[in-house]
T-cell receptor, first 115, second 115 residues
Framework: DQQVKQNSPSLSVQEGRISILNCDYTNSMFDYFLWYKKYPAEGPTFLISISSIKDKNEDGRFTVFLNKSAKHLSLHIVPSQPGDSAVYFCAASVLYSGTASKLTFGTGTRLQVTL | DAGITQSPRHKVTETGTPVTLRCHQTENHRYMYWYRQDPGHGLRLIHYSYGVKDTDKGEVSDGYSVSRSKTEDFLLTLESATSSQTSVYFC??????????????FGDGTRLSIL
């Protein structure tokens, strides 16, 4: 039972254009969402997060949008650069759920930014 | 970069042998986590720790045990390795648990192959 879903395994975008990565979740208790970026042979690197009290959060070229009614979030990268080529993981957690904030990850989307 | 070191980085072993993976942090963070990454599953939580000698199970804890005798070290043990435990293992740390929504930061992983 995949509670966090990334239905697009891969995405190819031209340099300079917008990349949009999507994520859906089924657990209505999730109230904190994160995006991680992963290069081969390295660990995931935190990119940006959003709590359920917001519907948008921006950090430079990266913006995350949250639609709670649709249980959907998306990551926008504008403009896309070749160095953005990586696997992107969406993750979700329930704050105040116990002893630690346990993350539930999606299966990842491989983004390739072409010249 | 968060000061997280995983050792070994690569290991090949045989079915039935015990295996211990080590995660060492220099950040003095209270929370530590072990995940495994497999194709089609993203990252899944194995065990986590919320303090010295305080640990709990994650989503896929069967066949694994953990120990944390010092703040800086979190050990993951496969008592009798099976081929289904072939995976890439990631350690993560975070400063806060449920009260701050702080992101987890990951080490570079251990690639474990069980023949």
């Amino acid at each position: 039972d995949q509670q966090v879903k990334q239905n697009s395994p891969s995405l190819s975008v031209q340099e300079g254009r917008i990349s949009i990565l999507n994520c859906d979740y089924t657990n209505s208790m999730f109230d904190y969402f994160l995006w991680y970026k992963k290069y081969p042979a390295e660990g995931p690197t935190f990119l940006i997060s959003i709590s359920s009290i917001k519907d948008k959060n921006e950090d430079g070229r990266f913006t995350v949008f949250l639609n709670k009614s649709a249980k959907h979030l998306s990551l926008h990268i504008v403009p896309s650069q070749p160095g953005d080529s990586a696997v992107y993981f969406c993750a979700a957690s329930v704050l105040y759920s116990g002893t630690a904030s346990k993350l539930t990850f999606g299966t990842g989307t491989r983004l390739q930014v072409t010249l | 970069d968060a000061g997280i070191t995983q050792s070994p980085r690569h290991k090949v072993t045989e079915t039935g042998t015990p295996v211990t993976l080590r995660c060492h942090q220099t950040e003095n963070h209270r929370y530590m986590y072990w995940y495994r990454q497999d194709p089609g599953h993203g990252l899944r939580l194995i065990h986590y720790s919320y303090g010295v000698k305080d640990t709990d199970k994650g989503e896929v804890s069967d066949g694994y045990s953990v120990s944390r005798s010092k703040t800086e070290d979190f050990l993951l043990t496969l008592e009798s390795a099976t081929s289904s435990q072939t995976s890439v293992y990631f350690c993560a740390i975070s400063e806060t648990g449920t009260d701050g929504g702080q992101p987890q930061h990951f080490g570079d992983g251990t690639r474990l192959s069980i023949l």
